[in-house]
């Protein structure tokens, strides 16, 4: 078995490799007895077969087998007397002209690039710092009691936070639209349900009463045929209901989870699950900043036959998504190049991330994985059932154990860049959160 190295780009490689067919053929001989000892065919006591009858039957399967084995062990061989570390799998092909006695073959592939580490010191990242407090509870119980809102029948004209009943026809030059007619509609007053101006004439109103009012959809409407258009709308009420908001009281306590009701302890609660979700949203935040100052400061080529693996990979969950979603993806085309960038961006990190774990033993420790699975279920109504099945096989923690690895990562950048703290409100980190 001869090699030959030739580098075809900053990560492709061809190696040419050769494979002695004597070699192949012994390999092939011993193969063939071995199974002539055991093989059963119609007439024949088991290992009685004739041995040109075994290689009739299996000699061409074990002749490619023998071959496969043969270049696999040849390349193997060759990558590693070179120190080369390949990037996703070889493609080998039959090379023309092989010499007398050989089957010559060439293998193309990438290795994985040098991942050098940019300098951290420079790297600014901002740190959200806030503190809850007795107002971010008393809120957060106040969006709890909205969103357990019950309505009762009023008698009197239509406000903010009402729910009624409406019909409404809409009309475009005259003439109804697609979707612009509804009978006994129900939206909240205020709810954000529907166009500002559409809403805007919902107040006021009292049941029996009508109103007709013109409505510019805005230019980036969805429906292409209505966006920007002025249109006319009349519409009908035809019921009003108040809303009736649950009395901070046993009964709501009981409601979240609190068994005895307990307006102490369902505060105390209230304020832990806000300080958790605070803590996972900075450090959200935080990691994100790391993480891009990493990718920015490290300027490497990344193998394409992983980008393309994990384009695969997205296209596959984009997919699944849209199942879920109840969308039938055969008509629905999901393209590998939408990606493309974005695979390249995950690649890039994931090998940053290696070097780096691999450079300064930032493995997750048990430990650590420890305390975040304990995190993780007090979030549960049983946390102690939540910790058992974490630890009931190992690939359950497969997840922990990266998410704590990718801190410990992080943890390692801002000991190196410039880390400042900023004041957010609750609202901000909130608000930021969703947009990421």
């Known amino acids: 078995m001869q090699t030959n190295e030739v580098t075809l780009g900053a990560l492709e490689r061809r190696i040419d490799l050769s494979v002695s067919l004597a070699e ?13 000892r055991t093989v059963k065919m119609a007439g024949f006591r088991p290992g009685k077969v004739p041995s040109k009858m075994v290689e009739q039957s299996y000699g061409p399967q074990i002749r490619n087998e023998v071959m496969g084995d043969a270049v696999e062990k040849a390349f193997n061989t060759a990558v ?9 799998y070889p493609n080998i092909e039959p ?19 040098e991942v050098v580490i940019g300098d951290l010191s420079a790297a600014e990242i901002e740190r959200p710092a806030l503190t809850i407090g007795d107002a971010e509870v008393e809120r ?47 939206v909240v007053v205020g709810g954000g349900q529907m166009l500002p101006d559409f809403d805007a004439a919902l107040r006021g109103l009292s049941v029996g009463e009508s109103k007709t009012f013109d409505l510019t959809f805005p230019a980036e409407y969805h429906a292409k045929n209505l966006a920007g258009e ?14 009736i908001l649950p009395a901070v009281d046993a009964t709501f306590a009981q409601a979240l989870g609190v068994v005895d ?41 990344v193998p394409k036959v992983l980008v393309d693996g994990e384009s695969e990979r997205m296209v596959e969950s984009a997919k699944q998504d849209l199942v879920q979603r109840g969308v039938d993806v055969k008509n629905v085309p999901v393209e590998k190049a939408w990606f493309a960038e974005q695979a390249a961006s995950r690649v890039k990190l994931g090998l940053i991330v290696a070097e780096i774990v691999g450079k300064n ?3 997750a420790k048990p430990d650590q994985v420890r305390a975040r699975v304990d995190d993780l279920a007090q979030t549960y109504e049983h946390p102690a059932e939540v910790v ?18 990718e801190d410990n990562v992080v943890e390692w950048v801002l000991a190196q860049a410039k880390v400042s703290d900023k004041s957010f409100t609750f609202e901000e980190l909130m608000e930021q959160g969703q947009q990421a």
Do not use: C, H
């Not at 192949?24 to 002539?36: C, F």
């Not at 590693?80 to 996703?88: C, K, P, T, Y």
């Open 24 to 36: 192949v053929e012994t390999q092939v001989a011993a193969r063939l007895k071995n199974m002539g």
């Open 80 to 88: 590693q007397e070179q120190n080369l570390r390949v990037a996703g």
């Open 95 to 113: 090379k023309a002209g092989s010499a007398e006695g050989t089957m010559d073959f060439v293998a193309t592939f990438e290795v994985f690039p």
């Open 140 to 186: 957060t119980i106040e969006v709890l009691r909205k969103q357990r809102t019950s309505y009762e029948k009023a008698e009197r004209a239509s406000a903010e936070g009402d729910r009624v009943v409406i019909d409404f026809t809409g009309r475009k030059d005259g003439e109804i639209f697609e979707g612009g007619q509804a009978t006994d509609f129900s």
């Open 230 to 243: 002025t249109v006319q709308f009349e519409i009908t009420l035809k019921g009003v209901e108040a809303p």
């Open 261 to 301: 009701g307990d307006l102490v302890k369902m505060r105390g609660e209230i304020q832990a699950n806000l300080e958790r979700e605070v803590s996972r949203r900075i450090r959200a935040r935080v990691r994100d900043q790391a993480l891009e100052a990493l990718s920015k400061l490290s300027g490497f080529e």
């Open 361 to 363: 033993s930032l493995q």
């Open 388 to 405: 058992r099945w974490y630890y009931s096989k190992p690939e359950n923690l497969r997840g922990i154990q990266d998410a704590v690895v």
